[in-house]
């Protein structure tokens, strides 16, 4: 009975405009200890050739709080530091998976925008995965999480590293002014938000692009889905369509982007989880982004997805797409086969 309660705690919560519900793979451990775990760890490290395998087996079937306390507990028995030590006795993606363990989500989250801002050249394509896909809670924690770990803000970071319709479209999304979700549908606004979308793109020569950003960054994403909808009654395509047909490049990408994380972000999700896949040289790091990113989020929710979207679960495409100790780790945050 407690789960039945639990799941409609979660239902009336996702209704008032509140936390999202979670759907993740990854759950604290039962019967937990902190001390045992480390030891363990200790020895696998210290195991003539590292038994990677006890590490994949307690990292990823630890909730991120109880990896925290793992980490305190071996600072306590090895003397040293955890993220310092794995570094050490792992290499290529699984290293970069464990370590992405070790942080918060919005840490995780904050490290990989840093790092696609950092040095020549912008990796743009995380830059939009990220601040595209994340809703405003969350953009609000990578924020705050940002500003502590690198003394800087995140604005000013994508200011510097972007520009023009591109850059206002980002920085516009990092400033978290989405409205609320309201339980009172505004068929009104939803019929001028639409008519205004297609006034400033399709209908006209050239593209008011301001007109497009402040609906996407401002408006709630349940009165968008309603938008796009009646969008369709004025214009002869899409939103998607008009997005391809008025934009191009990293804007368009960032659209593009937003309004699938609008209709359906978990599938948004498993699309690129598929494409990283089966690209060749399968993109580790978009999948290894991916699955550390939301197996305490909606991992469950985007296995589902994947599995009526590709016909095919997201746990044999892993199995099939990437091998040796990364394919375990990651089949291990995956969770099970559907």
């Known amino acids: 009975m407690a789960l039945v309660s639990e799941f409609l705690g979660q239902l009336t919560l996702s209704y008032g405009g ?14 937990f200890d902190p001390a045992t775990d480390a030891a363990r760890i200790e020895t696998a490290i210290k195991t003539k050739g590292v038994d990677e395998q006890t590490i994949i087996d307690i990292l990823t079937r630890r909730s991120g709080e109880q990896r925290r306390e793992i ?17 050490a006795a792992l290499s290529g993606p699984l290293e970069a998976l464990m370590l992405g363990l070790m942080k918060t989500t919005a840490q995780y ?10 040095g020549l050249g912008t990796d743009e394509e995380t830059l939009i995965e990220i601040v595209c896909s994340r809703n405003d809670e969350e953009l609000a924690d990578i924020k705050k999480v940002y500003k502590e770990m690198f003394k800087k803000d995140v604005e000013k970071d994508v200011a510097g590293d972007t520009s023009g319709d591109f850059a206002k479209l980002l920085l516009a999304l990092v400033q978290t002014k989405r409205d609320q979700p ?32 402040t609906i996407m ?16 009654s004025y214009s002869p395509y899409d939103m998607k ?26 599938l948004y999700f498993a699309n690129r989880l598929n494409e990283a896949m089966k690209s060749k040289g399968a993109k580790e790091k978009v999948v290894t982004r991916i699955m550390v990113s939301r197996c305490e989020v909606d991992l469950m929710k985007i296995r589902t997805e994947f599995r009526r979207q590709h016909k ?8 099939e797409h990437t091998k040796g100790d990364y394919q375990k780790a990651l089949l291990s945050l995956c969770g099970g086969d559907d």
């Open 182 to 213: 309201s339980n009172v549908v505004d068929y009104e606004k939803i019929d001028e938000d639409a008519r205004s979308l297609y006034e400033a793109g399709v209908k006209r020569k050239g593209t008011d692009v301001a007109t497009w950003i």
């Open 109 to 118: 989250d904050a490290s990989e925008l840093k790092a696609s801002m950092k």
């Open 18 to 31: 509140e936390a999202e519900p979670k759907f993740p793979t990854v759950v604290p451990a039962r019967d």
């Open 71 to 87: 980490a305190f507990e071996y600072e306590r028995i090895a003397k040293k530091d955890l993220n310092t030590a794995l570094k």
């Open 217 to 232: 960054s401002q408006r709630s994403v349940p009165h968008l889905q309603k938008v796009f909808e009646r969008y369709k």
């Open 312 to 319: 095919r679960t997201l746990y044999q495409t892993i199995a």
């Open 241 to 266: 369509e008009s997005i391809r047909k008025e934009v191009k490049g990293d804007l368009e990408k960032s659209f593009l982007t937003l309004v699938e994380c609008f209709e359906n972000r978990q």
